[in-house]
């Protein structure tokens, strides 16, 4: 039996030398030292022996299969440092090859567009407002001069959620929330960046849902030639300073009296190209002086506070600048379009 054991220890020993991974070093573990395997049958065996022989023996035993798994240990440790040396040396970078090019994004036009008149503005003194896109009736409409059945709520074909609810039409309900709120402390001067949605079919001057921004100061003595002088600055710091501006007559609901502003053809410079129709002028926003009963309804005092507002499309305004023929290539996400805006970043 102690030959045997002997034989048993020389072939383990050499057969861990031989594993070439983890794997065969845990079937070499189980065919010597497991519940099955040869060393637990020399045990099982020991009961055969005299008294005197067995503590002799098992600790012979003991021996073997101390030495047996001491080896294992070592040669599993081996192993583990070959194989993480192995994965190193093949994970090694060349850090003298160049660089794989990394694909950078831009930003869109629309949101260049917004930014650009947000920086614009908050740099004469606006602060940017925003409101909910789910709009109650009254703000939407009844606070801004439109109560139900205006003929002009027409001009604005709505999503109704219920007789109550709407999407917005306009980004004018910021404003009426924004007066209510702060009708205590006077004076307020805001714009209302926003999406906005009405029942147009889609073309490539019209969408469902686009996006508007929306001027609004309110104080004292707040007159028609702050509202000329505002729109001017805007005019030429957006489109250049040579371009002119002209205010013709309208109607809006909320501001008395009303106007639309056109700018000078970039294109042709006033004489009259098909850009702009033989006119030389490109119609490009609405605006007026607040309507008293707005102010009224909001908390204000009509014969005290005077404002102005303006409401812009930056679709219209980027399509402008930037030569852009349909509004639905802003909503199309095709990069061969949006790449073209890289230049401009």
């Known amino acids: 039996m102690q030959e045997r054991l002997q034989e048993l220890q020389a072939e383990a020993l050499k057969k861990i030398e031989q594993s070439a991974n983890v794997k065969e070093l845990n079937e070499v573990r189980v065919a010597y030292l497991g519940k099955k395997g040869p060393i637990t049958e020399v045990l099982r065996g020991m009961g055969k022996l005299s008294a005197e022989e067995r503590p002799k023996m098992g600790a012979l035993v ?5 030495k047996i798994s001491q080896k294992i240990e070592e040669k599993q440790a081996e192993l583990e440092d070959a194989a993480v040396a ?5 994970e090694t970078i060349d850090v003298t090859l160049p660089g794989r090019p990394v694909k950078v994004g831009t930003h869109h036009p629309l949101t260049k567009m917004i930014e650009e008149i947000e920086d614009l503005f908050i740099g004469m003194g606006y602060q940017i407002a925003e409101g909910p896109e789910v709009e ?3 703000y939407n409409f009844e606070a801004l001069n439109l109560p139900k059945g205006h003929p002009a709520r027409d001009m604005q074909d709505s999503f109704y959620i219920t007789e109550e609810i ?8 910021v404003q009426a929330r924004t007066m209510e709120e702060n009708q205590s402390k006077g004076s307020i001067r805001i714009i209302c960046p926003g999406k906005v949605y009405r ?3 889609d073309d490539a001057t019209h969408s469902h849902q686009f996006m508007q921004i929306e001027g609004l100061v309110v104080g004292e003595n707040i007159r028609m030639s702050d509202l000329k002088g505002t729109l001017e600055v805007f005019a030429k710091k ?3 300073e040579d371009r002119e501006i002209r205010l013709r007559p309208s ?10 502003m056109d700018i000078s053809c970039k294109i042709c410079g006033g004489t009259g190209c098909n850009v702009c129709k033989g006119t030389g002028w490109i119609e490009i926003l609405g605006a007026g002086m607040v309507h008293p009963n707005v102010l009224q309804m909001t908390g204000y005092d009509p014969k005290k506070y005077t404002g102005f507002a303006f409401g812009m499309g930056p679709e219209r305004i980027a399509m402008l600048k930037y030569g852009i023929d349909d509004i639905r290539h802003f909503y199309t996400n095709d990069v061969r379009f949006l790449k073209q805006f890289a230049k401009h970043e």
């Open 62 to 66: 003991n021996e073997v299969r101390e």
């Open 86 to 90: 192995e994965k190193l040396a093949s």
């Open 136 to 138: 109650q009736d009254y």
């Open 166 to 173: 709407l999407l917005r039409t306009h980004t004018s309900p």
């Open 199 to 201: 029942r147009d079919n």
């Open 238 to 240: 957006i489109f250049g």
């Open 251 to 260: 109607f809006f609901p909320f501001t008395e009296p009303s106007v639309e």
